[in-house]
């Protein structure tokens, strides 16, 4: 099933167009083969990504015709060309080629390349506070701190940035850790909850949450959905209801998300790239978030509404039930 409207023939050629960044700069890595696995899956096409073969912009104009996919296209090719953590100055002169052929402004690409930074921002800290935080705790007590340093040079073999070790801050720990005190079901109670159940740290404390990306949790909270892959799907294809964002675009950030598919835990093999998604829970997903007619990930301070309880928040702001 695919949730793109593509033709075969469109599909086939943003796909040789997905191939034809990954390799512009001769490197074909892993990566960037778990995203083109998960694109063909996401665009319902059966065939084999080593049979592929590189494509020119004005062919992929001529197969991709009406403006809507043409915006969708640029767009995969950039999250492509992102998904190693860098953009290569030979995948920049194919994606540059490929929008002047597709017709699609500098404009749409400048919003989308600032939202795929934020989500890749979001899905590093993921990725750290996931897999390094309980393996920290093993490592410290097994081996000490020079057990956990070697645990920090494994991850950046693997090109995953970890925030560095710092101080925490006690006055912003604090602010996080009384939520705990606030009565049972409101806003606040229930993520301190969402906090100390999966053993993350708090905003301020080491390795805690930026605080720019509390509002990602709460999503978590607000509508129940969970912290596994499908859960996080359905975050992101709510938030992109919110925000009024072009719906499939927005599944190729998932893309980014747990690094195209491919588990980033040392000695993860590329078969574990796999369907991020479940169709139906995307659209639903999409659909709750589009009812909301408000932006809660941006344009709303969730301080003013931290002791009001999440069943009257979800009433207030149109959240029905998953």
């Not at 599909?11 to 512009?24: G, K, P, Y």
């Not at 506070?129 to 410290?140: H, I, N």
């Amino acid at each position: 099933m695919s949730l793109f409207n593509f033709s075969r023939l469109e599909s086939v050629a943003l796909l040789r167009a997905l191939w034809t960044v990954a390799n512009a700069d001769g490197v074909f890595a892993r990566r960037e083969q778990a995203m083109l696995l998960s694109s063909r899956q996401m665009l319902g096409v059966e065939l084999d990504i080593h049979e592929l073969t590189e494509i020119d912009a004005d062919e992929l104009a001529d197969r991709i015709e009406t403006p809507a996919n043409r915006v969708v296209a640029a767009k995969a090719c950039l999250v492509m060309a992102i998904v190693d953590g860098s953009i290569s100055p030979e995948e920049w002169q194919v994606l540059a080629a490929f929008r002047v052929a597709l017709g699609v402004s500098d404009e749409d690409m400048a919003v989308f390349h600032s939202l795929s930074r934020r989500q890749r921002q979001l899905n590093q800290f993921e990725f750290q506070r996931r897999f390094a935080a309980p393996q920290l705790k093993t490592m410290y007590a097994q081996q000490g701190w020079e057990g956990v340093m070697q645990f920090f040079e494994e991850l950046e073999h693997e090109h995953v940035t970890v925030p560095t070790l710092t101080q925490e801050n006690p006055e912003i720990v604090w602010r996080y850790r009384k939520l705990g005190l606030l009565p049972e079901g409101t806003l606040g109670r229930e993520l301190w909850r969402f906090y100390r159940s999966r053993e993350f740290a708090f905003a301020g404390e080491v390795g805690g949450v930026p605080e720019h990306l509390v509002h990602h949790d709460i999503t978590h909270v607000l509508t129940g959905y969970s912290t596994d892959p499908d859960g996080e799907l359905e975050v992101l294809a709510f938030t992109a209801g919110m925000r009024d964002e072009d719906p499939f675009s927005a599944l190729f950030l998932v893309l980014l998300q747990f690094d195209a598919g491919v588990q980033l835990v040392p000695g993860a093999a590329p078969q574990l790239a796999r369907s991020l998604f479940d169709p139906v829970r995307v659209l639903r997903a999409l659909n709750r978030g589009q009812s909301v007619g408000h932006d809660l990930s941006d344009n709303w301070d969730y301080w003013e509404d931290i002791d009001m309880p999440v069943a009257m928040l979800r009433e207030r702001y149109n959240i029905d039930h998953a």
